[in-house]
Every structure is written in C-alpha cells, then in structure tokens.
C-alpha cells in the first residue's frame, strides 16, 4: 500500500496539517474525539512519520534558525542581539540566514528545514514574499515558526511587531504639526504588512488634518538604490513637491540626504524628513535625522522567548498570540519647524 | 587495543596533526615516504577514524560556517553578501555565527563543528582571541579554515586581508599633510593584527615626520561604548589633547563625534578625524567623514572562493595563502585643511 503524508492524510480528514500533527503527537490543543479520527484514518492509509521528521521530532539538532532579509540593516542586527540573549544559555544554536529579499531564496531555505536541520524558525519575511504557503508546510511538519516584525497576517504562527500603524501615523503627524501640508510615504513593499501599516498611519494622520492622500506621493523602493535615487528626485524635483517625507525603512536616508543635497534643498528648511531607523549615528547626520526607532532588541528577545516555549511544547504559545512593542519618535533637526 | 586518534597518532610519528590527516586522506601535497610511513604507523596504532569524521570526510553537511564577531559593523555585512555571492549557486548552506567578540564563545561554536555539522569554516576572530589552537585543532580534523580580515599569524590557514600597516600608515599621513602635528590612534585589541598593523602604520607615520610616538595617545577600546567615551573624552580634554584621530573600527565614529560635540570642539577646525569604515552615509555625517574603507565584499568573495577549492581538494590552497586586498582612503570633511 502506497504510504501518505501528514498533507494527504489532513485532506482525506478534512482537517488542517498542522491539526493532524498536532494530534498525532497528542496535543492538549486536540480534542479526544478529533484525535481519534486522526489515529484510525492514519492507520487505514497506512501512514507513517519519515525518518527525518521523527528525528525532528526528538529535537535533537539543537539549532534555532533565524531568517531575515539583510544584516546591513540595524533593526535586524539589534534584533539578533536580543534573540541571542534570549537563547543563550539554552543550549540551542542560533543560525542567521539571508534571503537578500529573494521569496525564491526564502523558499528554498525553508524547503531544506523539512529534514530536521533545524528545531525552531525565527523569521522576518522578505519584500517580495506575498504567499505563505512555504512556512505553512514548515509548520505542518511539526517545526515550530515565530514571526517577527516582517509578518504574514494569513499565516497561522506567533507574531512578535512593533506598531506599526500607529508609527507611520505619529511620524506623519508629527511633520503635520510642524508645518508639513504635503507629505510623500516611502514604502518598500505593496504586500508587507509593516510597510502597509506604517501607510496606513501616514494616511489616517493626513485625513485627520483634511488633506488629501495622492498615490503620485507615494512611492514603493526597491533594494535598487540607485533605482531609488532616481524615484525620489523625479518626485522631489516636481514644481508641487512635497514638504515633508516619511521614509519607512533605514537605508532610505542616505538616498533621501543625498537627492535633497543634488536638489540644493534644505532640510528641515525647505522638507522636513522622518525616517524609520535603529541607527545610533543619526544623531550625527547632517542635519540629526529625526527617527521612529523600533525597540529591536526587545522585539528580537521576544520572539526568541516565544519559540523556546514552543519548543517546550507544555506551555506552547498560541497560534493567535500576537505581541506589539510600540516604537519611539526620537525628534532631532531633520524635522525641525522652520 | 586502545585506539587512538589524530593527534595522538601525530605525536608518534612527530608530524603535525594536518600532515597526518592529509596523508590519511592521500593528498598530493604529502610525499609517498611519508605517507607510507604514516599508513604504517596507524596499523600499528590501531588508528580508525570515528564515523563523525568520516560522515564529515564525504562533505555531506553541505553547510559553511561564517564565524564574525557581530554584524552590526557594515564591514562584516558587506562581507557576507560578497560571501554568499561566491557561494550562491554552489549548493552550499552559508550559516553565520557571532561570537560577541568573546573567545570563549568562539571556542565553543568551533568545538562543535568536530561533529560534521559543517564541511568548512570562514572566520574572523574576536578581539579576545589570542590563542588559535581551537582552530588548529579544527584544521587537524580535517575543517578547512579560512580566515578573512582578523586573522591569526600563528593559524596555518589561508588569509585574506586588506593592507592593514598601509591603511594606518596612509590614514596618519593624509592628517599629517593637512597640517596635524599630535595624532591620536584608538585601536581596537592589543592582540588581533588588524589592529596591531593599524597601530604599526600610524607610528610609522608619525616616525617619518620626526614626530614622537606615545603610548598615552594610543587607547584600546572595548565594545562598551560608555567606557570608550569615557576614555576618548579624558583624552580629548586633556590641555595637551591632539589634533588628530585615527580610528581603526567604524563603530567607534559615533563616540568620536559625540565626545567632540560635549567638549565642543570643531571637526575638522579644532581635530580632523579619519575613521575606518564602510558605512555608505559617512557621507552624510556632519560633517562628512573621512574614511579608510575596505574591500569588505571583495574580501568576503575571495574568502569563500579559496574555501571552496579547500573543499573540491583537488586545487586546494597553501595554507600559507595570504591573499591582500588594498583598502581606499576616501577624503571629505572632517580631515579638511583648516
């Protein structure tokens, strides 16, 4: 008889992957009647863990994975400082890799999971990733996954955020009240929840001043710096050019520094600039970059905190558990009323 | 019979333990004497490999380690995407571990390679570590090595770096032609070349314009940043302060600049300041900073290039390999001629 797996075993029950494992490995989370269901059809389609999977199972790789776009970025250097001091100690492996943005890359690391290279995920998706449906088979296949910052709302896993919304919405309004009647949003994704959020805050705080949201000001970057270079000059080179901007990741200031200094604009005097970023040394940029700075560290320990419990399995977090650690607006003088 | 392993098996024969492991594994670089000889001598000696180190012999992890000490210095993150661009493609895992600049920690990550986990390792060490048996030991076992960057002399490893007394020497000199008379260099590690050469390049400087070299101008820092302030600003306060800097690590730019805003001291008017550094937005400090800026993705990519010939044996490279990359002196505000 042809063996199945937990995929197709959880489509003849017509119950979810990660019901079915959950139940096969006896979860409290599982009722008994649910678990019976599971135990007989499984037996009737002959089905039978792999090899790889019961290893996993036994937690014996002892390494926790932890998926990011970049390093270049502070946020996601600081957070693997925080995720680190969480697991230290632990006896677990922390292994850092990079996607460079690519969903492809994404993807293919998370395939290779499957065969118990890793106990746990820590991940933070890239720009381009819109489907989730890769992490949802990680899950499926008993491997615990914590998001963290970048998450997929669809995708039924712990989420550790910032607050995003509320972010974009206090940086916009604090140009607002500084004098700003036009205001663009740099975004880097049409997809990511964090960079739709943040626009969605810009949004909100530009309707509650009864100003009018045009999609000509707001642009989405790309890892393409020069590409960006080019996008923001056409915008800010405009004869009705915007007054302000909200930059939603960090490695937009040099871009939005240097198109100001090519356009011989002044900041704060002529634009006023707001910048998503985690960087100590904005305090000495020419002029001090006013920021929204995410609590990197915390968020990063968080998470960690989250999958280690999963990994205990006793007192495994819900799915639905959602963990928000609101961001700071630090004020300097690239904001400055004129 | 008790059997007995690599080392011990080298001690016998009176060779190093990678002259035994190579000639075990019939490697062109060993004489046909000497290995006949060691054939020999690990019948007598009932020598068998264990099966950890033959699962690592037929290359099967598929993973390279990455071994840096942070990755919040642009240096190391440049340096992995010129990594993983060599390795792209190759089949390769690229796992990045930090040691936190502890060598106690980068003790322990490298023990536990011994077990197969990875097929070869690219390291830079922590500014602790002076001691290089852990890799050696590593080596012995049949890991190849690489180092990149911080490298260990006393290490028979490939090396890749970038002209470090150069960079020193040409720092100084571009201070000293605008006019400074009293630099200051602030290292990073009494024991790692990289600073050590730095050093070596300054004081050569220095000597070459007849300048005295004192040991009071010349401070270690610590990755605690509190401590380095306060160090930097005892010197800087000083009646007698310099009137120049050479800083060897990037992360120290931030303190620099904020000792001399609390001291209120103009750069480059009251000190001009050169910084190693890879940061894209030197340029956008205030003011723009002079920097020494390394080859880190060129670095990084040749790093892992000779990993990779260490791991298809065939062209393998000496391990007295030093591959040397020149860094650039990149000129803006802050060294500026009064």
């Not at 910032?162 to 972010?167: G, H, I, L, V, Y």
């Not at 011989?264 to 100590?280: E, G, R, Y």
């Amino acid at each position: 008889m042809k063996k199945v797996n937990i995929k197709a075993l959880a489509k003849e029950l017509n119950l979810s992957p990660a019901t079915v494992s959950k139940a096969l490995r006896d979860s409290h989370e599982i009722s008994a009647a649910t678990k019976q269901r599971v135990l007989e059809v499984a037996k009737q389609l002959n089905y039978a863990p792999n090899a790889y999977a019961s290893s996993l199972r036994d937690r014996r790789s002892r390494n926790i994975a932890v998926i990011i776009p970049e390093v270049a970025d502070s946020f996601f250097s600081i957070a693997i400082n925080g995720i680190e001091a969480a697991i230290e100690e632990k006896d677990y492996h922390v292994l850092i890799y990079l996607t460079h943005e690519l969903y492809a890359r994404e993807q293919a690391i998370l395939k290779d999971f499957k065969s118990g290279r890793v106990d746990g995920v820590l991940i933070s998706v890239s720009r381009e990733t819109t489907d989730g449906s890769h992490i949802s088979e990680l899950i499926a296949e008993d491997v615990p996954v914590v998001f963290f910052d970048r998450v997929l709302e669809n995708v039924e896993a712990p989420k550790v955020v910032t607050d995003d919304f509320n972010s974009g919405y206090t940086g916009a309004m604090h140009l607002l009240d500084n004098g700003c009647r036009h205001i663009a949003f740099l975004g880097i994704s049409n997809s990511l929840s964090i960079s739709n959020n943040r626009m969605a805050g810009y949004q909100q705080a530009l309707k509650d001043h009864h100003l009018t949201v045009s999609p000509d000001d707001m642009i989405t970057c790309t890892p393409d710096t020069a590409a960006n270079f080019t996008a923001i000059k056409q915008l800010l080179a405009k004869e009705n050019r915007p007054d302000g901007i909200v930059a939603s990741v960090e490695n937009l200031t040099n871009t939005v520094y240097q198109v100001c200094n090519e356009l011989q604009l002044s900041i704060p005097q002529d634009i006023k600039v707001v910048c998503f970023s985690n960087l100590d040394i904005a305090a000495i940029l020419h002029p001090p970059l006013t920021t929204i700075t995410q609590p990197a560290f915390q968020i990063g320990k968080a998470a960690a905190e989250l999958l280690l419990k999963s990994l205990g399995k006793k007192d495994a977090p819900s799915p639905a558990t959602q963990i928000v650690i609101p961001s700071e607006l630090i004020i300097r003088g690239s904001s400055k009323r004129s």
